[in-house]
Structures are given as structure tokens and as C-alpha cells.
Nanobody
Framework: QVHLVQTGGGLVQAGGSLRLSCAAS????????MGWFRQAPGKEREFVGA????????YYADSVKGRFTISRDNAKNTMYLQMNSLKPEDTAVYYC????????????????WGQGTQVTVSS
């Protein structure tokens, strides 16, 4: 089992950058594939990207590819989401999540979730 705590987020102007962190409790963090999702008001939760347990593989939604980067430090039990060139349409509550096995994009496949953090991009 893993408990996820998110930090970071806030308000930024369009074109700016933010970094989110997701810290996991327990000694099994390195066994989990980790993902980031986001949910804007009135919309369904959508996949942003994910990283394999080793950090060797990543996969991104087309909407963030080339702007967002996911990384992890298994020694620190932490995953990161670096967001650059932010756009107003990136405004949402961002969630980190954990799953066993390969990278998947469906939220239902992730069994553990962070508490969510607001990212607001002003135009």
C-alpha cells in the first residue's frame, strides 16, 4: 500500500512554469508505475502522463507532450511533474496516482491517489 501527498501548484501566468511533487510513504514506491491526471471544472478527470517504476519509460497525453516532463527519484520516494509553457487550458486540479504493472492511461486502473492540487494559469 502507498500513501501519496502532493505539494506545489498555484497561480501562474500563461507561458510560465510550475513543478508539482508527489511524495509516497512506505518502502515500495519503486514498485509502482506513477501517473498524473487533471480535472477541470465540469470536465472528467483526464490522463496527463505516467512514468514506469524505474523511470525509464514515460508516456504523455498529446495535449502536454513537449511541455510537461515527469520524473521520479525512487531514493526519495517522490515523483515530479515539471510544467512549462503553461496555457490557460491547463488550469485544473492535478492528481498523482499509483498503479502496479505497466503504464496505463485509464484512471480506474490506478488504486492510490494524492489529495489533488490546484493549478491556475491566467491569460
Amino acid at each position: 500500500q502507498v500513501h501519496l501527498v502532493q505539494t506545489g501548484g498555484g497561480l501562474v501566468q500563461a507561458g510560465g512554469s510550475l513543478r508539482l511533487s508527489c511524495a509516497a510513504s512506505g518502502r515500495t514506491f519503486s514498485r509502482y508505475t506513477m501517473g498524473w491526471f487533471r480535472q477541470a471544472p465540469g470536465k472528467e478527470r483526464e490522463f496527463v502522463g505516467a512514468i514506469s517504476w524505474s523511470g525509464g519509460d514515460t508516456y504523455y497525453a498529446d495535449s502536454v507532450k513537449g511541455r510537461f516532463t515527469i520524473s521520479r527519484d525512487n531514493a526519495k520516494n517522490t515523483m515530479y511533474l515539471q510544467m512549462n509553457s503553461l496555457k490557460p487550458e491547463d488550469t485544473a486540479v492535478y492528481y498523482c496516482a499509483a498503479t502496479r504493472g505497466a503504464i496505463v492511461v485509464a484512471a480506474i486502473e490506478y488504486g492510490y491517489w494524492g489529495q489533488g492540487t490546484q493549478v491556475t494559469v491566467s491569460s
